[in-house]
């Protein structure tokens, strides 16, 4: 008897196939301040919290949206996203799936994944298209979204973006920037990374 291929059936934990994130209330106790209140938006794999630093923002004003590395949140983006509030800017960051107040998909964490988060969370905010910065893994998903959809980006902007270059591939003083904070450098990298982002916004 010949049986019709079928797609396999997804996984599920309790009827759901996303992990649920921690709770809010115990997150803002922890780290009360940091952030501005976020919004938690509903998705076909849970939520993606994000945070609007610039709510009451004129509608001329450059619109930005931060994606964060892998292994931190929201809030390792904080300190960038109020510089960038300053000079004017509409700034929003989110939390990657898996990553602070985001669920966490019962899924395999491909690229397409990801950006079908960036996808929602714009169609949410009514942004056609936005200035798009991502940092160390975020910048990973940055570069294969505007890729892919280059209509939805003004700009990308990669900082430290992961998995471009081998060290090997660095010469000794890149070595020394990258990988050596006791030599008193991290200020440098400090200041060109956001002298760039900050002169890029004010032009």
Not at 71 to 84: D, E, Q, V
Not at 149 to 172: N, R, V
Request: aromatic share 12%; charged share 15%.
């Amino acid at each position: 008897m010949a049986w019709a291929p079928t797609l396999p059936s997804p996984m599920l934990i309790d009827g759901l196939n996303h992990i649920p994130p921690p709770s809010v209330e115990v997150f803002e106790i922890e780290f009360a301040g940091i952030l501005p209140e976020g919004k938690s938006i509903p998705s076909s794999w849970g939520v993606t919290r994000f945070y609007d630093f610039s709510p009451d923002a004129d509608e001329s004003a450059r619109r930005v949206l931060l994606i964060h590395g892998v292994g931190t949140s929201s809030i390792g983006m904080a300190p960038l996203a109020l510089r960038l509030k300053a000079t004017g800017s509409h700034v929003v960051i989110y939390d990657l799936w898996g990553h602070g107040l985001s669920s966490t998909p019962l899924t395999a964490h491909v690229p397409a994944l990801f950006h079908i988060q960036i996808f929602e969370l714009l169609s949410y905010l009514k942004w056609s298209k936005a200035h798009i910065l991502g940092f160390s893994g975020g910048g990973c998903i940055a570069a294969t979204f505007v890729a892919l959809h280059p209509q939805c980006a003004e700009s990308l902007i990669l900082a430290t973006p992961a998995g471009w270059m081998k060290s090997s591939d660095y010469p000794w003083w890149g070595k020394a920037i990258l990988t050596e904070p006791w030599w008193g450098l991290h200020w440098l990298r400090r200041r060109n990374v956001l002298g760039f982002v900050i002169d890029f916004e004010t032009k």
